[in-house]
């Protein structure tokens, strides 16, 4: 995403972070878009609305783009965050349950140098993924400024992850791949996963011409040196509000969520999450109405807010936790009764008789 973490009270005023920009078919910036209208302000709730998903306590906020993993007992929590603040770079939070939460510190406590050179006047680490293959966890992460298609996608490995250290123990890998104000893509937002024949893919991109996807090397978890194709899955009309890409495979399909619209802009964030599903993982991926997510479709799997007087508003950039018990779907949503704060959210996720996904 187009996004990054501040300290909280410049967060719920940042100007919005996404529809700020978009590029014709070489790639080329087009001047932002108009702002929209002034909306009219929703009347804020009496009394708080009953949890969305499971209730959880702790350490929740500030949570932007959330990723995370299971190890032994212990859930794993990534999100973005800024050298400037109290997230640091990488933040990281551990559960036992699912539902409480505790701040563990950095993985990253400064930027690498391969990312300032790539990205000049990059100060953050923005929305992770992480996978385990093998005995190594490998944690994807995006390097970018606002605005800007001038990005990278790094890797970085472990052998463990440390709970109460969390910055011990990574080694930096360097970029996967990068983008450039010459490419009509933009590399942040990484999403890896496994296709029934082993082979390794890596989906991501955040507006311009929308969600793209490349071949990861198994062993090495960086691009695949025999297939440099760059697969294209999913798109927008300008200004090409859509990004936060994660694919799953369940029954026989593979699953692509993505968030539409508006991300960072606090109780005014409009994003939203849909799907789409295709029995290949380049696609294409098709919504329950048939409609290709290259042609801007999508099966609304989570709306902005839950009714008019919502608490919590801008649902979106999701990661799927798969585990034997049953599924979750995991995300940030800005919190009206905190000034907008953007929050960590867990709903279970099941499928229909169909095979869609359902939060809940």
């Given at each position: 995403m187009i996004r990054s973490t501040l300290p909280l009270a410049a967060l719920v005023l940042l100007a919005g972070c996404n529809g700020i920009s978009g590029s014709d078919a070489s790639g080329n910036i087009k001047a932002p878009a108009a702002p929209a209208p002034t909306p009219t302000?929703?009347?804020?709730?009496?009394?708080?609305?009953?949890?969305?998903?499971?209730?959880?306590?702790?350490?929740?906020?500030?949570?932007?783009d959330p990723a995370i993993i299971k190890d032994g007992n212990t859930y794993y929590l990534f999100a973005t965050g800024s050298v400037s603040d109290r997230e640091g770079l990488?933040?990281?939070?551990?559960?036992?349950?699912?539902?409480?939460?505790?701040?563990?510190?950095?993985a990253y406590t400064a930027l690498p140098a391969w990312a300032t050179t790539a990205v000049p006047g990059t100060s953050g680490i923005w929305a992770p993924?992480?996978?385990?293959?093998?005995?190594?966890?490998?944690?994807?992460?995006?390097?970018?400024?606002?605005?800007?298609?001038?990005?990278?996608?790094?890797?970085?490995?472990?052998?463990?992850?440390?709970?109460?250290?969390p910055s011990t123990g990574w080694t930096d890998k360097g970029p996967v791949i990068q983008s450039s104000t010459s490419d009509n893509f933009n590399a942040i937002d990484p999403a890896v996963f496994t296709d029934a024949d082993g082979r390794e893919w890596m989906a991501f991109g955040s507006f311009w011409s929308g969600i793209k996807m490349v071949r990861l090397d198994p062993a090495t978890g960086l691009r695949l040196a025999s297939d440099q194709t760059v697969y294209a899955l999913a798109s927008r009309p300008s200004p090409g509000a859509i990004e936060a890409p994660f694919v799953v495979r369940h029954g026989d399909y593979y699953y692509l969520f993505a968030s539409f619209d508006s991300c960072c802009?606090?109780?005014?964030?409009?994003?939203?999450?849909?799907?789409?599903?295709?029995?290949?993982?380049?696609?294409?991926?098709?919504?329950?109405?048939?409609?290709?997510?290259l042609d801007g479709g999508g099966t609304l799997v989570l709306a902005s807010g839950q009714g008019t007087n919502a608490r919590y508003v801008g649902r979106g950039h999701v990661a799927v936790l798969q585990e034997s018990t049953g599924d979750h779907i995991?995300?940030?949503?800005?919190?009206?009764?905190?000034?907008?704060?953007?929050?960590?959210?867990i709903q279970k996720l099941v499928w229909d008789a169909d095979g869609w996904p359902v939060a809940q």
């Amino acid at each position: 995403m187009i996004r990054s973490t501040l300290p909280l009270a410049a967060l719920v005023l940042l100007a919005g972070c996404n529809g700020i920009s978009g590029s014709d078919a070489s790639g080329n910036i087009k001047a932002p878009a108009a702002p929209a209208p002034t909306p009219t302000p929703t009347p804020t709730p009496t009394a708080s609305p009953t949890p969305v998903g499971l209730a959880l306590t702790g350490d929740t906020m500030p949570v932007h783009d959330p990723a995370i993993i299971k190890d032994g007992n212990t859930y794993y929590l990534f999100a973005t965050g800024s050298v400037s603040d109290r997230e640091g770079l990488l933040a990281t939070r551990t559960s036992t349950d699912l539902k409480g939460w505790t701040w563990r510190g950095p993985a990253y406590t400064a930027l690498p140098a391969w990312a300032t050179t790539a990205v000049p006047g990059t100060s953050g680490i923005w929305a992770p993924d992480i996978v385990k293959r093998g005995g190594e966890f490998r944690l994807y992460y995006s390097v970018s400024t606002f605005g800007s298609n001038r990005s990278a996608i790094g890797l970085t490995t472990t052998n463990a992850l440390n709970t109460n250290t969390p910055s011990t123990g990574w080694t930096d890998k360097g970029p996967v791949i990068q983008s450039s104000t010459s490419d009509n893509f933009n590399a942040i937002d990484p999403a890896v996963f496994t296709d029934a024949d082993g082979r390794e893919w890596m989906a991501f991109g955040s507006f311009w011409s929308g969600i793209k996807m490349v071949r990861l090397d198994p062993a090495t978890g960086l691009r695949l040196a025999s297939d440099q194709t760059v697969y294209a899955l999913a798109s927008r009309p300008s200004p090409g509000a859509i990004e936060a890409p994660f694919v799953v495979r369940h029954g026989d399909y593979y699953y692509l969520f993505a968030s539409f619209d508006s991300c960072c802009k606090g109780a005014d964030s409009t994003y939203n999450t849909v799907v789409g599903r295709s029995k290949t993982p380049t696609g294409p991926y098709l919504d329950k109405s048939g409609k290709s997510m290259l042609d801007g479709g999508g099966t609304l799997v989570l709306a902005s807010g839950q009714g008019t007087n919502a608490r919590y508003v801008g649902r979106g950039h999701v990661a799927v936790l798969q585990e034997s018990t049953g599924d979750h779907i995991v995300y940030h949503a800005y919190d009206r009764e905190r000034n907008g704060a953007p929050t960590l959210q867990i709903q279970k996720l099941v499928w229909d008789a169909d095979g869609w996904p359902v939060a809940q």
